[in-house]
Structures are given as C-alpha cells and as structure tokens.
C-alpha cells in the first residue's frame, strides 16, 4: 500500500499567516492526491482534488501543489475558521489511503 | 446537491455483523464510485472499500476477509457489512461519493460504532 507522510504533525500560527502543510507518497502517484478539513464532529470536507484544483465552494485562500511524490497544502492568510485537521489522500492506487493528518491552531 | 443519508445499528457486540446503508438523494446515482471509510477514536481515516454502478467492489485488504460492500441502484443506497467485529473496529463511519471518480467529494454525516 501507498503510504502518505504529512508534516508536521501538528501546528501552530497567528491569524494571517501563510500556512504549509506537506505531504509526501511512498511511490510516484503522479497529480493523484486530494487535500481534506476536518473539523471535530464532522465528516472531513474536500478542498483540493487531482494535487492541485480547488473545490467548488472552497476559499481561495486554500492552494495545493505538487506532483509525483511530493504534495503541498497552503493556507494563504490563516483565518479562524480554518482550526481544523487536515489530511491528504491518494486515489491512484489501491487501497486507497490517508495521511496521518495535520492539526492547525491559532497561536 | 447530492446528500448521502447513512444509518445502522451504533452498538454491537464483539462477533456480530457491523450493517450501515447510505443513501444518494437530490441527484442522479451515477458516481464513478461509493466508498465506505472509518476513523477510529483519535486516529486517521481508513477506507474499507468502494462499489461502482456495476457492483464492481475493491476493499482494503486489511478488511477484506470480513468486508461485503453492496449496491442497490433501484434504492439509490449501498451498504456495508463488516462480520466478526471486535473492538478494535469501533471507530465512526462514513460512505462517501467520488463523483468524478477522484477524491471524496461528498460524504455522510458519520455513524458512530461502538463494539462493547
């Protein structure tokens, strides 16, 4: 199976700030890799889809990027309503896997 | 808008059968693929398995000895059975919808189970 490393486990930033978030694949999953939201209580919530498109509906402050093994979200201006978890998932392979996930607070 | 509506029994005991239905509302139910995945308390997202149109199932092979996904398109639902449960499979579960056969862009709102 895929493996999918996010760092760092978990962060903190003033409001404002640019957020980055990495992922990185065990194996070339070419643009094959999705961005998700999560916050407490509810399902997950579809940000960036195919490494880099953004979802319909989603901010624009929210960016993927990356291609092959090496995948990176980024938060342009950190907002309060952007505390949440956050996880990358590959779908060029079965099975389909997540990352371990991001946690992302306000300082 | 498509929904998914999921529901199932929230409390098991260990050795009986884990039995979860989602169903597609407000569209057509013509996804590329319905998934069905888990999260178990404090931990990451596992998928379990998905079904097309066709009834075509891939599952994960951690699961795949006790995992039965099914579709019944003149419902618009797909369920999950999941035998033998212990309490290593109590976490909260979700079906979700790949409409462009991708990522999960659509999900449930989540069943809690809880094997006790």
């Known amino acids: 199976a895929i493996q999918l490393t996010q760092s760092p486990l978990s962060l903190s930033a003033s409001l404002g700030d640019r957020v980055t978030i990495t992922c990185r694949a065990s194996?070339?999953?070419?643009?094959?890799l999705g961005w998700y939201q999560q916050k407490p209580g509810k399902a997950p919530k579809l940000l960036i889809y195919?490494?880099?498109s953004l979802q319909s509906g989603v901010s624009s402050r929210f960016r993927g990027s990356g291609f092959g093994t090496d995948f990176t979200l980024t938060i342009s201006s950190l907002q309060p309503e952007d505390v949440a978890s956050y996880y990358c998932?590959?779908?060029?392979?079965?099975?389909?896997?997540f990352g371990g996930g991001t946690n992302v607070e306000i300082k | 808008q498509v929904q998914l509506q999921q529901w199932g029994a929230g409390l098991l005991k260990p050795s009986e059968t884990l039995s979860l239905t989602c169903a597609v509302y407000?569209?057509?139910?013509?996804?590329?693929?319905w998934s069905w995945i888990r999260q178990s308390p404090g931990k990451g997202l596992e998928w379990i398995g998905n079904?097309?149109?066709?009834?075509?199932?891939n599952y994960n092979p951690s699961l795949e000895s006790r995992v039965t996904i099914s579709v019944d398109t003149s419902k618009n639902q797909f369920s999950l059975k999941l035998n033998a449960v212990t309490a290593a499979d109590t976490a909260v579960y979700y079906c979700?919808?790949?409409?462009?056969?991708?990522?999960?862009?659509?999900w449930g709102q989540g069943t809690r189970v809880t094997v006790s």
């Open positions: 194996q070339d999953i070419r643009g094959g």
């Open positions: 079904i097309d149109h066709g009834g075509s199932t």
């Open positions: 195919d490494a880099s």
């Open positions: 407000g569209g057509s139910f013509s996804g590329y693929y």
């Open positions: 998932q590959q779908f060029t392979d079965y099975p389909l896997t």
């Open positions: 979700a919808d790949q409409t462009r056969g991708d990522a999960f862009d659509i």
